[in-house]
């Protein structure tokens, strides 16, 4: 009962927020939305006993990846509303229809029935207990090579972004 | 009874938000954060079944997936930028050149 | 039942009011220390020695006008106060205050709660604190609030990097996120961590300062140059607001300092059967008095130090403390594989 | 028409953020402003706004009579009044070729260096201030509590002393007087190191003013610098020196520059000329010669037709009074002052650009300007 209560209040917020995120008329506020749409999620997680993730979700989502985002908002202040053109050609009304065909899709997959609980997997044998070092461990075993390459990819990013947003090199 | 439906179900549900949000917004942030809603969802799947199936495998990869959010935040922003620095724009439907 | 709900909540209401007043005493104190050292008397009107300074402020911060300028985003404007308080406060939850008490028959514990991801949890609820900062300084709509909010969100970011990274080595000592478990550890190891790990502890100093916008890093409010900052535009309770969150993060820092390196709540010695007599003195005891020691010195640099230019602060952040931070961090991980 | 230019590259860089800085800024020290022209944190550019404090006091000597005057002086510079008195009573002395007592020029000199000193307090205090460091402040003020009580023991005022007369000065020493000056420069001889513990070697300081705002001799001198800010640059031009008044031909001290002609060597400059100015207080007031305090005045003063320009070394600089006399009425024809502090002040956009924003408040300070002096 409280994990249906706990749940059907989170999903509320969390959807409610992103439509908010997605309708701010500014984007500063957009941003200040998704914030607090992340830490929903956080919660979320939390429920589902991945306390690890919650907090991660909080310390990279909310606030570092966020906190880029309105960094480039306050950078991009701008003199003309950035919606004041609309292309010609655009079809929103299309892409209000396609979102819908999709949330049907999704849906009709989603509550197609739950059948039965997949097999678990070949279990992991984890020599640990408790989310976080079970998540670590997972991560530097059998998820090493993942891992690195995200890394890589991180720097790869890094490196990119500084390129990128650079006046002159 | 909460079952995995019912985070599928919500998951499906800020998909789509985001979906609409990169569909129908023009300010190119804006569409960019609906990407981070849809990356979201698709987080909420994993640790909803990461949590049904007792195994934490699920939340490697959400871990997974927002490592690759932060390399897009940052490499789309700095492309943000460096567009804005050119054109003093960030409306998508302006952004209709290959170069400038 | 009173062990799930009337005991939690009631803790919960005793840090919040003791954070609140201490906060309130903190300015008190750092206004007497800094004259002090400034060879004058600091408040003395109000009560004897101007002990009820603080409330003679909070009653004129409350009935001072609130002035919302006309061209601020007012929502954001209004928000931005409430969402620097609140991640100041709720880090209180997870910061054990000491071991066990006995009341009334009943064993409690001096911590809200303990969960086993409680030092990322400080480092993730800190994160979300520089949003107040930020959206002030943009909901404010006006010159220096921006540039000190520009300022604020490039230095909390590149400081938060550096002080996690290197509390990353004092879990790698404890093997545990948990507060708790990390103040056991030190008792079991024999040896507070700040002597089994003194570059660590003087990084996240040093990093602490930054994270809560004390002096010598105080550039985002920095009242010679930017007029006060990313709080420019803001009077009466709404300022009040961030003047709080400023001084509860203060204390934040030192609680955790006081945790990570200090052994927390244990006393001096904890093992060696000499000193056992160290433990007629209760644990909180230790604990606010480790604590103060590291308000006392943060009170006592600002009275000292000059302040770093915004260029100077980044290159010590990036430039110094990360590569320090990550190679104190190596030297842990081959240290505790190699040796333990 | 031509459609606006938008595929110019460097239009992101032409977006600048302009700031007033002033004329209610906490670190203008005054009613100052400086409209800064930012990229970022950068200076780009900075335009000085003057005349928030100007009183048209040269406007209004013209209708003074001579003595009258002596009391507008005081508000120019009013951190160091007694030296203003001392510039313009001399000039006046000069243009009737009025001798003035020795004992006079013995206790104006150690006015003036008591007046230095009192106005570097106020510098340091405020500049160490702007870059952060607030207790420097408070001994600065307390050391200049000293002074202001000498000075209310000598003439009763504490800010603006009116303490000179046209041929000497008005009122005699109190008795013990000099005791208490002498006790005075040995409480001060240990200040000045504390202030030295303070900042000099401090690590956060050197790397505030050090390369922060560097100018060349030459260029100094071509911007009309003076004072402690030109011999930060290393040249070795002081009013005492090269063309003494008072007493000063008769002191022996040294006159420090710098190297550097940085914010750095600037502050090493001033903090020199503390102690310079305290060895000039103690050969004066030791050997205060007996005599008359002031000299034969004549009753009416009227100074034949004529102009003079005479200039003496403020604690800002090279204080000069440039005074025309028809020779007929009781008041100056002309009447016109070369601040130090306006001179300096030319050079501030010069200095900043290129800096950061935190670096302006820290070159206003270095340059000591007084606002009451800049627009007079």
Not at chain 2, 20 to 48: H, K
Not at chain 3, 153 to 169: F, K, M, N, P
Not at chain 3, 287 to 311: G, Q
């Amino acid at each position: 009962m409280g994990e249906a209560i706990a749940f059907y209040i989170i999903a509320g917020f969390i959807l409610i927020f992103a439509v908010l995120v997605v309708t701010a008329k500014e984007a500063v506020h957009s941003v200040v939305f998704l914030v607090i749409d992340f830490l929903f999620v956080a919660a979320l997680y939390a429920s589902l006993g991945a306390e690890f993730l919650a907090i991660i979700q909080i310390l990279v989502y909310a606030g570092g990846i966020v906190v880029l985002y309105l960094f480039v908002v306050m950078l991009v202040n701008l003199k003309r509303p950035p919606e004041a053109y609309a292309d010609p050609h655009r079809r929103t009304t299309l892409g209000f229809a396609l979102s819908a065909a999709m949330l049907l899709e999704i849906g009709v997959i989603a509550s197609y029935g739950y059948v039965k609980p997949a097999p678990a997997l070949a279990a992991v044998a984890a020599p640990v207990t408790g989310n976080t070092e079970e998540v670590g461990w997972l991560l530097y075993t059998s998820y090493l090579i993942p891992f690195e390459i995200a890394s890589m990819l991180l720097l790869v990013a890094m490196i990119g972004a500084i390129v990128l947003a650079k006046r002159e090199l | 009874m909460i079952t995995p439906t019912h985070y599928m179900l919500l998951s499906a549900a800020l998909f789509t938000i985001g979906v609409v949000g990169v569909m129908v917004r023009r300010n190119i942030i804006i569409i960019f954060m609906s990407i981070e809603l849809i990356l979201n969802a698709v987080n909420i799947n994993l640790v909803a079944f990461s949590n049904q199936l007792q195994n934490a495998v699920g939340q490697v990869f959400a871990i997974f997936i927002i490592a690759v959010a932060a390399a897009e935040a940052a490499v789309g922003l700095g492309i943000i930028l460096a567009f804005f620095r050119n054109k003093e724009t960030v409306n998508i439907d302006e952004m209709n050149l290959m170069r400038w | 039942m009173v062990d799930t709900f009337v005991i939690p909540l009631l803790k919960i209401v005793i840090v919040l009011n003791a954070t609140l007043v201490g906060v309130t005493y903190m300015v008190l104190l750092e206004r007497k220390v800094i004259a002090w050292a400034q060879s004058r008397l600091g408040p003395m009107r109000v009560g004897p020695y101007g002990i009820l300074q603080p409330v003679a402020d909070a009653v004129k911060l409350m009935i001072k006008e609130d002035i919302t300028p006309v061209r601020a985003d007012k929502w954001l404007f209004t928000a931005a106060p409430i969402i620097s308080m609140v991640p100041a406060l709720i880090v209180y939850a997870v910061i054990p205050f000491g071991s066990e008490v006995s009341l009334f028959g009943r064993q409690v514990t001096l911590y809200i709660t303990d969960i086993n991801v409680g030092l990322l949890y400080v480092v993730s609820v800190a994160s979300v604190g520089v949003y107040g900062i930020i959206l002030a300084g943009y909901a404010s709509n006006s010159k220096y609030p921006l540039l000190a909010s520009l300022r604020a969100s490039a230095q909390l970011i590149s400081y938060e990097v550096a002080v996690t990274l290197t509390l990353v080595s004092v879990v790698v000592m404890a093997g545990s996120l948990s507060m708790v478990q990390i103040v056991n550890a030190q008792y079991n190891s024999h040896v507070w961590f700040v002597f089994a790990q003194p570059v660590a502890f003087v990084l996240v100093l040093i990093g602490g300062l930054a994270e809560t916008n004390r002096a010598p890093f105080d550039l985002p409010e920095a009242e010679q140059e930017l007029t006060g900052g990313f709080h420019t535009e803001y009077s009466g309770m709404r300022f009040a607001l961030f003047f709080l969150a400023e001084y509860a993060n203060m204390i934040v820092v030192s609680s955790v300092v006081t945790t990570l390196f200090l052994g927390g709540w244990l006393p001096p010695f904890p093992n060696v059967a000499a000193f056992g007599f160290l433990y007629y003195v209760p644990s909180w005891a230790w604990f606010l008095l480790k604590s103060f020691v590291f308000l006392y010195l943060f009170i006592w640099i600002r009275a000292t130090l000059p302040r770093y230019r915004y260029d100077q602060l980044m290159n010590l952040g990036w430039k110094v403390l990360i590569p320090i931070a990550i190679a104190n961090l190596v030297v842990t991980g081959i240290v505790r594989v190699l040796l333990l | 028409m031509q459609p606006p230019a938008v595929h110019h590259g460097a239009m992101f860089d032409t977006d600048e953020l302009v700031i007033n800085m002033g004329p209610q800024h906490p670190s203008t020290h005054g009613v100052l402003r400086v409209v800064l022209r930012l990229d970022g944190e950068k200076v780009v550019n900075a335009d000085v706004v003057i005349g928030y404090l100007h009183r048209g006091i040269e406007k209004l000597s013209e209708n003074r009579n001579w003595t009258q005057i002596i009391l507008l002086t005081d508000r120019m510079d009013y951190v160091a009044a007694a030296t203003s008195n001392v510039g313009y009573c001399e000039t006046v002395e000069k243009l009737l070729s009025l001798e003035v007592p020795r004992r006079a020029r013995y206790v104006r000199t150690i006015l003036c260096e008591l007046q230095r000193i009192a106005s570097h307090c106020l510098w340091i205090g405020t500049h160490a201030m702007d870059i952060g460091a607030m207790t420097v402040f408070l001994y600065a003020f307390r050391e200049r509590e000293l002074i202001l009580d000498l000075f209310e023991e000598y003439c009763g005022a504490r800010l603006t002393y009116n303490s000179m007369r046209i041929g000497g000065l008005p009122l005699e020493i109190p008795p013990g007087w000099d005791k208490k000056v002498l006790e005075f420069c040995k409480i001060m001889d240990s200040k000045i190191d504390e202030y030295e513990t303070l900042l000099t070697h401090n690590r956060i300081w050197l790397e505030r003013t050090k390369g922060v705002g560097v100018i060349g001799g030459p260029e100094a001198v071509a911007l009309g610098m003076c004072g402690p800010a030109l011999r930060g640059s290393g040249v070795p031009r002081d009013v005492r020196k090269d063309e003494p008044y008072a007493a000063y031909d008769e002191m022996e001290f040294d006159v420090p520059i710098g190297t550097a002609g940085d914010t750095y060597d600037r502050y090493l400059v001033r903090i020199e000329e503390f102690r310079q100015s305290l060895r000039i207080i103690r050969q004066a007031t030791q050997g205060i010669p007996e005599g008359p305090i002031v000299g034969k005045v004549p009753r009416l003063i009227k100074p034949p037709a004529g102009e003079t320009y005479h200039a003496i070394e403020s604690p800002k600089g090279e204080l000069g009074y440039f005074i025309v006399s028809d020779g007929k009425s009781t008041n100056p024809y002309r009447f016109r002052v070369r601040p130090p502090s306006f001179c300096n002040l030319q050079a501030l956009p010069r200095l900043v650009r290129g800096h950061l924003v935190a670096d302006v408040v820290a070159l206003i300070g270095s340059i000591d300007i007084v606002l009451g002096e800049v627009d007079r």
